[in-house]
């Protein structure tokens, strides 16, 4: 998902998404990607839940594009 920050919000910012094919995932990690530099940064205690009605919610103080996966990205 692509949030409407680039870089960092300066605070906490909560952030619920449908996320309803993520319900069977065991381990979830979130990044923040910057296409410009082509990284990736695992956001650090993002609290992620998945709700009844299939809605990711997560914090984090990181704009750009917001990936939710399963378990740590592994480099190609």
Same mark, same amino acid.
């Given at each position: 998902?692509?949030?409407?920050? $680039?870089? /960092? !919000? *300066?605070? $906490?910012?909560? !952030?619920?998404?449908? @996320?309803? /094919?993520?319900?069977?995932? /065991?381990?979830?990690?979130?990044?923040?990607?910057?296409? #410009?530099?082509?990284?990736? $940064?695992? +956001?650090?205690?993002?609290? =992620? $839940? =998945? #709700?009844?009605? *299939? !809605?990711?919610?997560?914090?984090?103080?990181? *704009? #750009? !594009?917001? +990936?939710?996966? #399963? *378990? @740590?990205?592994?480099?190609?």
């Amino acid at each position: 998902m692509k949030a409407a920050q $680039t870089g /960092s !919000y *300066g605070m $906490t910012v909560s !952030y619920a998404v449908k @996320a309803a /094919s993520l319900a069977s995932l /065991s381990e979830f990690r979130l990044y923040s990607y910057k296409a #410009d530099t082509n990284s990736f $940064t695992q +956001v650090q205690n993002a609290n =992620i $839940t =998945i #709700d009844a009605n *299939g !809605y990711a919610h997560f914090n984090t103080n990181l *704009g #750009d !594009y917001l +990936v939710i996966c #399963d *378990g @740590a990205l592994l480099k190609k």
